[in-house]
C-alpha cells in the first residue's frame, strides 16, 4: 500500500519497469511463431510462394534473435565472441546451401519419384485449412528428427555423427546449424516429400521450426508461459539435453516440438548452464568434421606404429 498527496491510501503498482520488460521478453517466443504464421497466411500469393520469401524470412527471424542476446543474455559464459560468430555464420550458410542442395537431392527427389512412380496421391493435405497443413508438416519433421536424434544418442555410430554439435560449449542462436555435415543431411531426412501440400504452408511450417529452435538455441533470458512450453522446446529444457555428462543428453531429443518427448516418456524438467562433453574442449570446423572418423584414423595409426616396431 501507497499514500497520495492527500493522505489516501493506494494499491502499490503491481508491475514495475522491469516486471513488465520480462513479461516482454518471455512473450517473444510465441508472438514470433504467431507473427511468422500470420505473415504466411496473410502476405499476397506473389509473396508466399516465392522461394526467395523463406530465405528472407529465415534470416530477420535469426537475426532477430541474435540481436536479443546483446539486448538480454541469459549466461555470461556464453557472451558470442566473433570466432564463435563466423563459426556459426559459416555452418547456417552450410545448411542454406549445400546441406540444402544434397537434402534435395539425395531424400526429397528420390521420394517424390517413389511417390509418382507408386501413384501416390494425397489431395487430401493440400485441401486442409491452411493451419491444419502447418501443423501437420510440423508434426511428420519433428517426429522424424526425434527418432532420427534418439538414434543418435542411443547408437555409436549415429552418435560419432551427432558428438561434434555436443562438443559445442556455449548454446547461441545460430548453434542449431552447428554439427557435422553428415549428421547435419541425417536430421534433414523427412518423408513430407510423399505428401501434397501447398507450397506456403510448407514454407511457414519450416519457419516456425526454425524460430522456435533459435530460441531454443539462444543466450536470451527469456522464460515463456508453460502452456507454450508445453508444447515447443525451449532454451530451458533445450540447455539440459547439452549439459555434461553425455548421460544427461539423454532427454529432451525433439528440436521443436517438446510435446514429442513429453508422449514418449523423454522429457526431462531443469536447466543446463554448463554445456560440452568430455573434457569441453571446444572443437575446430575441422575438428567436427573428421569427428566421425577418428576411431577408424586412430585404429589406422595403432596399426602402422606396429607395422613399424614389428
Known amino acids: 500500500m501507497a499514500k497520495t498527496a492527500d493522505g489516501m491510501k493506494t494499491e502499490t503498482a503491481f ?3 522491469n516486471d513488465m520488460r520480462t513479461a516482454a521478453l518471455n512473450l517473444l517466443p510465441p508472438a514470433t511463431v ?7 497466411s496473410l502476405a499476397p500469393s506473389a509473396v508466399v510462394n516465392n522461394p526467395l520469401s523463406i530465405l528472407i524470412a529465415g534470416g530477420v527471424t535469426l537475426g532477430f534473435v541474435q540481436a536479443l542476446e546483446w539486448v538480454h543474455e541469459r549466461h555470461v559464459t556464453w557472451r558470442l565472441t566473433w570466432r564463435e560468430f563466423l563459426t556459426d555464420l559459416f555452418y547456417v550458410i552450410l545448411g542454406y ?10 531424400a526429397e527427389d528420390p521420394l517424390k519419384a517413389v511417390k509418382q512412380t507408386l501413384h501416390i496421391a494425397t489431395p487430401w493435405a493440400e485441401h486442409m485449412p491452411f493451419l491444419a497443413q502447418v501443423a501437420l508438416i510440423i508434426f511428420l519433421i519433428e517426429f522424424g528428427q ?6 543418435m544418442h542411443n547408437f555409436t555410430p549415429f552418435w560419432l555423427t551427432h558428438a561434434p554439435h555436443h562438443h559445442i560449449t556455449q548454446l547461441n542462436a545460430m548453434k542449431g546449424a552447428v554439427g557435422n555435415p553428415i549428421e547435419l543431411f541425417l536430421i534433414s ?5 510423399l505428401f501434397d501440400f501447398q507450397l506456403p504452408a510448407l514454407f ?8 522456435v529452435s533459435i530460441y531454443a538455441h539462444a543466450n536470451v533470458r527469456s522464460d515463456p508461459p508453460a502452456w507454450y512450453a508445453f508444447f515447443f522446446t525451449t532454451i530451458r529444457n533445450h540447455s539440459l539435453h547439452h549439459s555434461v555428462p553425455l548421460e544427461d543428453t539423454r532427454c ?3 528440436n521443436s516440438l517438446i510435446l514429442i518427448d513429453r508422449v514418449f516418456g523423454t522429457f526431462r524438467d531443469g536447466e543446463g548452464i554448463i554445456v560440452g562433453q568430455e573434457e569441453r574442449k571446444r572443437l575446430s570446423i575441422r575438428d567436427q568434421w573428421l569427428f566421425p572418423f577418428v576411431p577408424v584414423i586412430r585404429l589406422f595409426r595403432n596399426r602402422q606404429r606396429q607395422s613399424a616396431t614389428a
Open 189 to 193: 531426412l523427412s518423408v513430407v516429400a
Open 34 to 40: 504467431a507473427a511468422v504464421v500470420a505473415f504466411w
Open 252 to 254: 529432451n531429443y525433439a
Open 146 to 151: 526425434y527418432w532420427m536424434h534418439r538414434l
Open 204 to 211: 511457414c511450417a519450416g519457419n516456425v521450426l526454425a524460430a
Open 15 to 17: 508491475w514495475t519497469g
Open 97 to 106: 546451401t549445400a546441406i540444402e542442395w544434397l537434402s534435395s537431392h539425395l
